[in-house]
């Protein structure tokens, strides 16, 4: 059943900041228990991997760091030692459990996201499963690839895993398949498994290895008889949207899934039949579930960027959701000593945490009126510094946590960015109003004229180890270089990069004028919601719904961006260009179709910037 979506929100030039959570949030993908059950590993839209101990919920040392693009898979490795994941960023890495370091280089062969990753039963082969509509096999020790990549899917793998005995993988696809592979050979196995009528989004083996579980964008699940491939069971009903994922408990009788409709659902899996009422403290999707190794707990993870434990007997939670925020985190750093990171989110306050053990120092630091978006320590780690969107830079006592006199005024716009001098004496700020503002860091008075010189915002800035030079950088795509004795510029504005320049922070946004160069997200982008206003059993064209209209544009789309000439004009979240075989644009009206839906969404809010 094909339908046609509206999608609603409020567009304008400076977009909300409700799908910045959608792009740069700790939205939850990825979350897998580790074998002997003591620690939760979690994958994010933050691009890091956290560790957590599911006793007390305590975070594990610090966020694994290294993916350049948001993390959707991890996996342990059966003596737990190990942990793989798997990015947007087109990598799997491998990291010591214990220690949270890197272990190698990065593997880089597959040329798209990568969705899944599978250690084997004995722990010496990696196998993953990507965009690029291949399964790799890989050396878990070494890295190296092993044989020719797994081919036979026309659509994007998502999701692949061993049967308990090691001699098998299955994996699922866009192309409404299972695929059935010998692990040694690479050879499939059998004709694929037809059923869906949706993606294969999760597919897993029952403990004993004698069936398989899926779960599809189409609603459903099904279970099949994992040497014949023959469906065992009527598809088993009951989710609202997609189910993201499933899971086996360790004995093998109980099924459990999550799904985009936000609820998790416990399931007999000999009879099909469901176990009580569905789990819904989730605010958003659930990505991701799974049993604890001794059955009696379960993990899910959401877009709701929080993690929670479950009793797997009587479905109730267990504790307080693991958080970081309850909103997005816009500005973090260490202290100097590394003892201590601080971090100010859209909740307008300041937060101190200790950095070795994960509990927060304190009350949170409140003072500012609006999102929290720059935050730096003085040199010696005795004072705080904060900028905001409510114009305002605050000065904070580091131990005390109190504020030190009146909030520093002078933007006029938000103060995107601060930064002490090397002796600490001085204060600089970055801010949307485009001016660079100087402060003395001890009485906050302003020092001499606001540097001017850049067309826009002022995003970053760094002082040279001297503390005589001052470089900034701006979404005019210009680095400036200025002299901070006189507040003048020394030698010319340094130009030639595509995307606006942003030294410590991120760089794309609606309307960027540069050349392609990657799929990074926006900053911020439009809230929104969908729909549903209409459904047939065949998709209509879009040039027939624009048939009336001489202005349409056709574009087309790379990764999460809109294109038009080889330039970005728009970013959208990447289940609205999923599979999208057409995209027209017409008086401010956008319109995606895809292989099951039309998305309709209205641009007129920010005409001015498109083509």
């Known amino acids: 059943m094909a339908s046609i979506k509206i999608v609603n929100g409020p567009w304008r030039l400076i977009w909300p900041s409700s799908l910045w959570t959608r792009a740069c949030e700790a939205a939850v993908r990825s ?39 948001l993390v959707w898979t991890v996996a342990f490795s059966p003596d737990g030692k190990r942990l793989a994941s798997g990015s947007l960023d ?7 459990a214990q220690t949270g370091a890197l272990i190698g280089e990065p593997l880089r062969d597959h040329e798209d996201y990568v969705w899944a990753v599978a250690f084997s039963p004995g722990g010496n ?10 399964i790799r096999m890989w050396d878990a020790q070494t890295g190296a690839p092993i044989g020719e990549p797994l081919q036979g899917h026309d659509n994007s793998v998502w999701t692949v895993v061993f049967s308990p005995d090691g001699k098998t993988v299955a994996s699922g696809s866009g192309d409404k398949t299972i695929r059935m592979w010998d692990a040694q050979t690479g050879a ?78 416990m399931w007999d899996a000999r009879t099909g039949a469901p ?83 994960g509990p927060p120092i304190g009350e949170p630091l409140r003072g500012h009126h609006d999102y929290v978006l720059a935050i730096t320590f003085s040199p010696d780690g005795k004072r705080l510094a904060t900028g905001s969107r409510d114009r305002t830079i605050r000065m904070w006592d580091a131990q005390a946590g109190v504020l030190l006199g009146e909030p520093l005024r002078g933007h006029n716009d938000w103060v995107n960015a601060v930064a002490f001098s090397p ?47 001052l470089v900034s950088g701006s979404r005019d795509r210009i680095i400036m270089t200025w002299n901070v004795q006189t507040g003048k510029l ?33 900053p911020s ?62 008086n401010g009206t956008l319109a995606i179709s895809n292989k099951q839906d039309i998305f309709i969404i209205d641009l007129s809010g920010i005409r001015e910037l498109l083509p």
């Open 423 to 469: 002796d600490g004496k001085t204060l600089v700020s970055g801010s949307d109003d485009k001016t660079i503002r100087m402060w003395n860091a001890q009485t906050g008075a302003p020092i001499g004229d606001p540097l001017r010189g850049h067309d826009d915002r002022v995003f970053a800035f760094a002082f040279s180890p001297d503390g005589k030079t």
């Open 275 to 357: 176990i009580g009422e569905p789990l819904q403290d989730h605010d958003e999707s659930v990505w991701t579930v799974a049993f604890s190794p001794d059955g009696k707990r379960l993990v899910s993870g959401s877009e709701d960027k929080t993690i929670r434990m479950w009793d797997a007997q009587t479905r109730a939670p267990i504790g307080e959701p693991l958080r970081a925020h309850e909103h997005s985190v816009r500005a973090a750093t260490f202290s100097p000593d590394g003892k201590t990171l601080i971090s100010g989110t859209r909740d307008k306050t300041i937060r101190m945490w200790d950095a070795r053990t």
């Open 31 to 69: 979350v897998a228990f580790s074998p002997d059950g003591k620690t939760v590993a979690s994958g994010s839209d933050d691009k890091t991997i956290r560790m957590w101990d599911t006793q007390t919920g305590a975070p594990i040392g610090e966020p694994l760091q290294g993916h350049d693009d």
């Open 125 to 134: 082969r990696l196998a993953s499963a990507s965009r690029d509509k291949t």
């Open 188 to 265: 499939a196995v059998g004709e694929p498994l037809r059923g869906h009528n949706s993606n294969v989004c999760t597919v897993i083996f029952s403990p004993d290895g004698k069936r398989l579980a899926s779960g599809s964008s189409d609603k459903t699940m099904r279970m099949w008889d994992a040497q014949t491939g023959a469906a065992v069971s009527e598809p088993l009903r009951g989710h609202d949207r997609e189910v993201c994922s499933v899971g086996f408990s360790p004995d093998g009788k109980t099924l459990v899934s999550g799904s985009r409709d936000m609820t998790i659902r």
């Open 525 to 586: 982008s439009p809230q929104s919601e969908i729909s549903t206003i209409g459904s047939s059993e065949s998709m209509p064209s879009l040039k027939n719904l624009f048939q009336t209209s001489p202005q349409s544009i056709s574009l087309t789309s790379q990764g999460p961006w809109i294109v038009h000439s080889n330039r970005r004009i728009l970013w959208l979240p990447h289940e609205y260009l999923l599979d999208a075989t057409d995209i027209l644009m017409s």
């Open 90 to 96: 087109k990598t799997i890495r491998i990291w010591d």
């Open 490 to 522: 020394v030698g010319k504005p340094l130009r030639g990069d595509s995307s606006s320049v942003a030294l410590v922070a991120s760089n794309c946004s609606v309307g960027t004028e540069g050349p392609l160069q990657d799929d990074s997200f926006p």
